[in-house]
């Protein structure tokens, strides 16, 4: 082998190293391609995800707004329904938000009394006016009311402005008091040992 041979057979050497290197760099170059692409795509997507998000929460939003607006509606109808019975004030009913509910009544003088604020005679009538609006358009209605809290006048202002409010009820209401006095269309009866009862 002379000189001019193993010079060239160097030179192949080498370049056949060269040619694996550079093979070797476009794979790298390639996977990197790759990864570029892939990751462009999954910004593509994410992307598309956000806008599908924002799309969601909009009309996420109309619909609570569709749902506040139906519950508020039901809400005033109930508290108009329950005037009916409350001679004194009105019922305020909220669903709020996280879905608590908020049952009061504002007071003649315009306070807000949450329900557990009300006094014993005044939550009596409260949720008697309560199981009365949810009769709604009942047939046959009736209501029966525990009035053991209610002195002798309030107890006849509730009377009156139950039947009153409420033609074609049929209502019974139970009280160790006697109304101070009995108004028109209602009937008592009384109960007790002097009556045969016990």
Not at 23 to 34: C, D, I, P, T, W
Not at 43 to 64: F, I, S
Not at 71 to 100: N, Q, W, Y
């Amino acid at each position: 082998m002379n000189a001019d041979t193993s010079i060239l057979e160097s030179q192949v050497s080498g370049l056949d190293q060269r040619l694996r290197d550079l093979r070797g760099e476009l794979a790298l170059f390639q996977k990197a391609k790759g990864l570029d692409e892939a990751a462009e795509a999954e910004r593509t997507k994410a992307d598309e995800a956000r806008r599908a998000q924002g799309e969601v929460k909009a009309t996420l939003e109309g619909l609570k707004g569709q749902k506040a607006q139906a519950v508020a509606k039901t809400c005033k109808e109930l508290g108009e329904a329950m005037g009916h019975i409350l001679p004194d004030g009105a019922a305020v009913l909220r669903i709020e938000d996280d879905g608590s509910v908020f049952l009061g009544q504002k007071m003649a003088d315009g306070r807000l009394v949450p329900h557990a604020g009300l006094s014993g005679g005044q939550r009596v009538l409260y949720d008697a006016a309560l199981a009365n609006a949810l009769l709604g358009k009942a047939k046959h209605r009736l209501l029966i009311l525990e009035a053991a809290e209610l002195d002798p006048e309030r107890l006849t202002r509730a009377l009156e402005h139950m039947a009153a409010s409420n033609p074609g009820a049929s209502i019974v209401v139970n009280s160790c008091h006697a109304p101070a006095t009995v108004p028109a269309g209602w009937g008592v009866v009384e109960m007790g040992a002097e009556h045969g009862n016990a």
